[in-house]
């Protein structure tokens, strides 16, 4: 049927709303800006077509709350994006969303339908799975939908017809960053975002996509794995817009590697100096390619902090990992981006396959030993895609099927973590006992009392914690 102009309406779901009880929002330090539902919108506006966003999580609505808001907009098409943690949240709230809008077009996407698109699309409520990026598939899903035509067969999706899924041709990784639309995040509620680590207003940018590095534990599914990039005019025009538009403190960048490419970091800091952008920002890349040159350009540029992953203190299950880092080069990087002045941040994991006790206590050990303002350990998972997943179900250590029948909405109880040695009771005494023995050491307490950023943004941190803590408990 012929839809002239469909309405689409965007949805980040409320990842608190804890359907499963696994699954609930860990991360209490923040909210985020729903970036990759901005460059949705960002795509399907520059094509013509009338998009609302919903951050149900940033807004804290519940089902009924979302449906409410939903059909005030009458939408013809509404979109959804899942990861694996989130995906039953986002199964409930398109069953909610099809009974109250029967005759709407649910398209999902994001990088859980990417590994399992047949399976989760056995959720009927679903009409349209996207696979892969969806930045150019959601632009010409609409113009089909416009025009009448069959969608079915549109490269990277997979469509219901009647009882049937027709599954598109794979599409390639989009290489052309430039040549999409700015992320549209004027159509986030931007005054929602909060964290107790950043000043507010804050904005998140990525100026990068994928990742050349293979790290067994890290999926690079949904992106294909190629490493791509935006130019540098371009990072720096929506540097502009953060600045000038949204009068932004601090910028957020979530790319995976900031300094890979080293050329481009420097014209990206000395664009920055040139057009007067005084904004703070900080970034995620490895310590190991933070040289002084890139250090010293990084923070002319007003560059606040740098997020590392180390993830183990043994040497032996970095091997495991595949995580080629050079320790030592990184740790004098460390060192000097806070001689700097910039705040250092490192990422560790416990209970990796194969880790003993021993080498987590290793790992540690070594975080309270670099020079890092911030530390955050997680346990492993294996999440499906990668490839420590992969190794436990050929040693018939994994349960085969867990990740396919979940994402059939059929749950076996939580997955466990990836270690086969160690217990989840002990896995957790570990990661308590790491964060006590590194925030709790008098060197990180007295930093933290004579931090000027601290005392700075303590006002603006302390009404975020209550926020936060009243979300948590509503």
């Known amino acids: 049927m012929m839809v002239e102009r469909p309405r689409l309406v965007l949805i980040r779901v409320n990842e608190g709303l804890g359907i499963h009880p696994f699954l609930r929002e860990t991360n209490v330090s923040g909210v985020y800006p729903a970036l990759g539902i901005a460059y949705l919108a ?16 940033a807004l804290n609505l519940d089902l009924e709350g979302l449906a409410g808001q939903v059909g005030e907009l009458r939408p013809d098409v509404i979109g959804l994006t899942s990861t694996t943690f989130n995906w ?8 909610s969303l099809r009974a109250a809008m029967p005759d709407a077009t649910l398209i999902v996407g994001g990088p859980h339908l990417s590994l399992y698109p047949n399976e989760s699309m056995e959720e009927r409520a679903f009409d349209v799975a996207v696979i892969g990026e969806g930045d150019l598939v959601l632009p010409e899903l609409l113009a089909q939908l416009a025009a009448g035509d069959e969608i079915a067969g549109i490269p990277g999706t997979v469509v219901r017809r009647g009882d049937d899924l027709v599954q598109g041709p794979a ?10 639309a700015l992320p549209a995040i004027d159509l986030l509620p931007m005054d929602r975002y909060r964290s107790l680590t950043l000043p507010r207003p804050f904005v998140s940018m990525v100026t990068s996509r994928g990742c050349p590095y293979r790290c067994r534990f890290c999926s690079q599914a949904y992106v294909g794995g190629a490493h791509r990039e935006h130019g540098v005019e371009r990072v720096l025009e929506e540097i502009e817009r953060a600045v000038h538009t949204y009068h932004a403190r601090e910028i957020v960048f979530f790319d995976e590697t900031f300094t890979l490419n080293r050329k481009r970091v420097l014209a990206i800091c000395e664009g920055m100096l040139a057009r007067n952008l005084k904004v703070g920002w900080n970034i995620r890349t490895r310590a190991d390619l ?11 540029a007003g560059c606040a902090g740098v997020h590392c992953g ?5 040497e032996r299950i970095r091997r495991l990992m595949n995580k080629k880092l050079d320790l030592e080069t990184g740790m004098r990087a460390l060192e000097r981006a806070r001689r700097l002045g910039m705040e250092t941040r490192g990422y560790f994991m416990l209970g990796y396959p194969g880790e003993t006790r021993e080498e987590i206590e290793e790992t540690i050990r070594l975080s309270c030993q670099l020079p890092l303002d911030w530390a955050s350990y997680t346990i492993t998972i294996a999440l499906p895609g990668t490839d420590i997943h992969s190794d436990l179900l050929e040693s018939g ?8 029948e979940y994402s059939r909405q059929h749950f076996s109880g939580p997955p466990g973590y990836a270690s086969r040695t160690l217990e989840a009771e002990e896995l957790e005494a570990l990661l308590r006992r790491a964060y006590r023995r590194f925030y709790l050491r008098p060197s990180t307490i007295g930093r933290k009392i004579v931090s000027r950023r601290l005392w700075r943004e303590l006002p603006s941190v302390f009404g975020t914690g209550v926020e936060l803590l009243k979300q948590r408990r509503r």
């Open 290 to 300: 933070l040289d002084d040159e890139v250090l010293l350009a990084l923070r002319d």
């Open 42 to 57: 960002g795509a399907a506006r520059a094509a013509g077509f009338p998009v609302s966003v919903i951050d149900a999580h």
């Open 310 to 314: 180390i993830e183990a203190g043994s």
């Open 397 to 404: 250590q994994w349960e085969g099927q867990y990740w396919r």
């Open 171 to 180: 599409r390639p990784p989009i290489v052309d960053l430039d040549g999409l």
């Open 88 to 95: 039953p949240v986002v199964a409930a709230v398109a069953r």
